[in-house]
């Protein structure tokens, strides 16, 4: 098999995971039973386990609430900040209309509860028009969500920008970073960011584990989601998952490291796989080209190869398509719909998704076996 889906999960890097396997055996200690020893070593994992993850994105450690992963981290800071507000005369929240369900969920859950709610358009690069954002906030605004880098077409927006913008207008800005973490460089301070969701399996480690960057100073205000326990400062009761919380301690600490040398990798093989793939595809359109894009990311309309048809003849290849199937039905992405693909592009269309672990020979492979499908394709059509 040939893995070429990492915008979907990543590989639990092989050092992560030996960091994680002595809190499955030996410390398996609970680390709010810090009274004894055992106790003590599990709260002192999870602790430097906080302080990795707040430095890959210059936070500080006690900034940094471990949740089971970034869409709870998502809703924690949506439902949490708009329970916990108390100028009831903002009651506009704007995201985008690219963002991920466990935004655009929660966001349609409060409008029902009579919130002015805010769908941006894109352009069709998949970047907010900052002209549309400003005057989105025009009307007082509790909240604006949009995400860092788009977990289908891979764009990467000017955060930094729309921040500005939110705090211009007394409003609070969240960022969904799942995708970026560990692939471009995040300063919470720099790019003022109130909020940031962040998730384990995106970055080589496991899945089950994220967190949610909750800015102290100024302190924002969250009301928790669940009740039962005081655990991470009150905000997600239940006991801390040690073995999952260092785990995505440990591949913060391999992105800080790494990130520079393995992004410029990632460019240098995304560039040659996408000539190969232009070479035969002559109509080949990368959604997004002009905009600023995570390194490993290809999403690609091939015109007249209809995606699933070249996944179906190509079965080696872990490769996807932004479209749902559901009872046989083949639907249109929303992230599809709003960068303007029209049905027919949509269902011709494929998002590849480079990472630490991918070969140049795995992605030759690939070129070679997506070509060998379209050719199929077009014998099926045109027989002799």
Not at 116 to 124: A, E
């Amino acid at each position: 098999m040939i893995y070429l889906d990492n915008h979907a999960t990543t590989r639990c890097d092989p050092a992560v995971l030996a960091a994680m396997l002595p809190y499955f055996t030996d410390n398996f200690g609970n680390p709010h039973s810090a009274e004894h020893r055992m106790g003590a070593v599990a709260d002192e994992a999870v602790e430097r386990a906080r302080a990795q993850v707040a430095e890959l994105i210059g936070a500080e450690p006690r900034e940094i609430i471990f949740t089971s992963g970034a869409t709870e981290a998502n809703n924690l800071a949506i439902f949490g900040a708009v329970r916990a507000a108390r100028d009831r005369s903002r009651s506009r929240i704007i995201t985008a209309a690219t963002e991920h369900p466990s935004v655009l969920e929660p966001v349609e859950d409060l409008e029902d509860e009579n919130y002015d709610v805010v769908l941006l358009p894109v352009r069709r690069s998949g970047l907010l028009d900052l002209v549309s954002v400003k005057q989105a906030l025009d009307v007082p605004t509790l909240l604006i969500s949009v995400m860092a880098a788009n977990n289908e077409i891979g764009v990467i927006q000017d955060i930094a920008a729309i921040a500005d913008l939110a705090h211009r207008a007394g409003a609070l800005f969240h960022c969904d970073a799942a995708q970026a973490l560990g692939k471009i460089p995040l300063d919470v301070r720099a790019m003022g960011i109130d909020l940031m969701s962040l998730s384990g399996h995106k970055i080589y480690g496991p899945k089950g584990i994220g967190a949610l960057f909750v800015r102290h100073r100024p302190r924002i205000r969250l009301q928790p989601l669940m009740a039962g326990g005081a655990q991470e400062r009150g905000l997600r009761p239940g006991t801390v998952p040690v073995p999952l919380v260092v785990g995505l301690g440990a591949a913060c600490a391999i992105a800080q490291r790494e990130m520079a040398n393995e992004q410029v990798r990632l460019q240098r093989l995304r560039a040659r796989t996408l000539a190969e793939l232009r070479a035969s595809f002559p109509g080949l359109v990368v959604n997004g080209e002009e905009a600023p894009r995570l390194a490993g990311n290809l999403n690609l309309t091939l015109p007249g190869f209809p995606a699933r048809e070249l996944m179906r003849l190509a079965p080696e290849l872990c490769i996807s398509t932004g479209s749902a199937c559901s009872s046989g039905e083949v639907r249109v992405s929303h992230v599809q719909r709003a960068i303007g693909l029209c049905d027919a592009e949509a269902t011709c269309t494929l998002r590849l998704g480079l990472g630490r672990f991918t070969s140049q020979a795995e992605c030759d492979a690939a070129v070679k076996a997506l070509v060998g499908a379209a050719r199929e394709i077009e014998v099926l059509r045109c027989p002799r």
